[in-house]
């Protein structure tokens, strides 16, 4: 069996298990990648929401990157949280030869700042000019931009950055509402938005989906397959990893979504 592509995660902890580097490693592993990582940052944090960041100083943040990079053959990059300007300059520096796909971790879903606007003005600066991909849902959308626009049009304007944009399009599902469809909007520098429907999934097992979908792109784009193939087949995993936590139950908050294996079974004793 010859080796795995590796795909470098950069972003911080997440003590619930459910988001960050958590569902990072789990994702590309599933996806047949070797997952290398370095921490930006430790967090503690659980369904209901962060309660306390610890940012990585910057020199053993650039000692992390230093030691992959120079190690391993690694095959694409997905950064999530960074947490300060000087994390995002240091790895648009360390990265920006490499496929990357950028996972605009600004606001988390229980409202918790986790990038102020310093942060916010590297990305633009900095980080999304030399990105290969990145998949801001709306609310990220909106804050990088600060644009209150519809998403189809913020796509296209985070596209002029430079890098192709997927804007990440969820339903704000709750119990007894119905729901249809979930619209992506893909767009690359100079071109037209395009939309990228695919079903929902109505569960409030939810947490870590954002970081779920940007490593599974980037494992596909890590395997060579163009951006559009990519994108759709991450959506497709994320509806899978969706529907299998749809009928747990954990956690006082959002609940995780699944990072068991999708194949995943555990046998079980008959009754006596």
């Known amino acids: 069996m010859s080796a795995p592509p590796v795909v470098l995660a950069i972003g911080g902890t997440d003590s619930g298990g459910a988001a960050g580097l958590a569902a990072d490693v789990a994702t590309l592993g599933h996806l047949g990648c070797h997952a290398a990582c370095a921490v930006?940052?430790?967090?503690?944090?659980?369904t209901t929401g962060v309660h306390a960041v610890h940012q990585v100083p910057p020199p053993v943040l650039a000692a992390q990157l230093d030691?992959?990079?120079?190690d391993l053959p690694v095959a694409a990059v997905k950064t999530g949280m960074l947490g300060s300007p000087g994390a995002v300059r240091?790895?648009?520096e360390r990265t920006r030869d490499l496929p990357l796909v950028v996972d605009p971790v600004l606001v988390a879903t229980s409202g918790a700042v986790l990038g102020d606007d310093a942060v916010r003005r590297a990305y633009c600066d900095v980080l999304l000019p030399v990105a290969t991909v990145a998949t801001p849902n709306l609310a990220e959308a909106r804050a990088l931009t600060a644009v209150d626009a519809a998403a189809r049009d913020l796509a296209a304007r985070l596209a002029d950055l430079g890098c192709a944009v997927i804007l990440t399009g969820g339903p704000d599902w709750r119990p007894g509402r119905a729901v249809g469809t979930c619209t992506d909007w893909l767009c690359e520098p100079g071109g037209t938005p395009v939309a990228m429907r695919h079903?929902?999934?109505p569960t409030?097992?939810?947490h870590g989906t954002g970081c779920t979908y940007a490593s599974a792109l980037a494992a596909h784009l890590a395997h060579r397959a163009p951006l559009a193939e990519a994108a759709a087949d991450a959506a497709a995993y994320v509806a899978s990893r969706l529907t299998d936590s749809s009928t747990w139950h954990l956690g006082r908050g959002r609940g995780p979504v699944s990072h068991l294996a999708p194949t995943h079974r555990v046998h079980q004793e008959d009754p006596a």
């Open 199 to 201: 079903p929902a999934v």
């Open 67 to 70: 030691a992959v990079l120079d």
């Open 40 to 46: 930006t940052a430790v967090t503690a944090q659980d």
């Open 204 to 206: 409030t097992a939810d």
């Open 90 to 92: 240091l790895v648009a």
